[in-house]
């Protein structure tokens, strides 16, 4: 049977975990694949990780990745990514923006011979009118300075297959904007439309100033990289390794760490 890798990064999520896992855990029981959900916990101050632990103990494929310090959403789902071992890996948010009622249209294009399934925006819920324009331009400005060719509304509810994580995992340097690498990366793609809902709880982690330096600095790095690699710059990843303080449903060795 093959295994699907659900990977989540959250950060200050615990009021939105116990609503999210009932609507995932009712999309994946049906589904012909073993899976496992991994939950990558960014320093999260609130009880986060004692509700990722609780749901570990109530279902063993639920899995864990605790940060010890903040190191943002790339960080956090690199981390998934690279710890996952399904022969696809789907990333979603967990505050539902994402609807998880989607994921089978996702695997479907997957079966169909899609390489990277990536969900775009119809609609987005609760977002503001400046972040929604610093989203679009920012994506419009990424894929016209970097040849590649996306939807300005994608995001990171998505579906990897295993070569195409193997090939970022092996190649992303973390100064990198990781969703434009794993576009870069991918040969067969597939898009699905979803609309977005507003948070079930809580309010986003990112204000308008910080969007903004955040995409100048990706836009930045961005269009310097070759196509075949980092040119001469090595991969920092294990700067984040060593800051796991700790972690549920693994071994040790399937986070890399010695």
Same mark, same amino acid.
């Given at each position: ?47 986060? @990780? $004692?509700?990722?632990?609780? *749901?570990? %103990?109530?279902?063993? !494929? ?5 940060? /010890? ?102 190649? @992303? $340097?973390?100064?990198?904007? *990781?969703? %434009?690498?794993?576009? !870069? ?5 597939? /898009? ?67």
């Amino acid at each position: 049977m093959s295994l699907l890798s659900i990977v989540v990064p959250v950060r200050d999520e615990a009021a939105c975990l116990a609503a999210f896992w009932e609507r995932l855990r009712a999309v994946l029981r049906p589904l012909s694949f073993d899976f496992e959900v991994i939950f990558v916990d960014d320093a999260s101050r609130d009880q986060t @990780w $004692n509700r990722i632990t609780r *749901l570990h %103990g109530e279902e063993p !494929r639920v899995k864990g990745i605790r940060l /010890a310090q903040h190191r943002g959403q790339q960080a956090a789902l690199f981390l998934g990514l690279q710890s996952a071992s399904g022969d696809g890996v789907i990333t979603l948010d967990g505050d539902l923006q994402h609807p998880p009622e989607r994921i089978p249209d996702f695997i479907r294009a997957w079966q169909e011979g899609a390489e990277l399934v990536y969900g775009f925006k119809t609609i987005q819920r609760g977002r503001g009118f400046f972040q929604t324009l610093i989203h679009r331009a920012f994506n419009r400005i990424l894929a016209l300075r970097s040849g590649l060719s996306f939807h300005p509304e994608t995001s990171n509810f998505q579906l990897l297959d295993k070569t195409l994580v193997s090939q970022v995992v092996e190649s @992303w $340097n973390p100064s990198l904007f *990781l969703r %434009g690498w794993i576009h !870069r990366k991918a040969q067969q793609k597939q /898009a699905i439309p979803f609309e977005a809902r507003q948070r079930f709880q809580g309010k986003t982690k990112y204000s308008t100033f910080t969007l903004c330096k955040l995409g100048l600095r990706y836009l930045w790095f961005f269009p310097a990289v070759s196509r075949t690699g980092l040119a001469g710059r090595k991969n920092s990843v294990p700067d984040f390794l060593s800051g796991i303080s700790e972690s549920i449903g693994f071994q040790p060795k399937n986070l890399g760490v010695p």
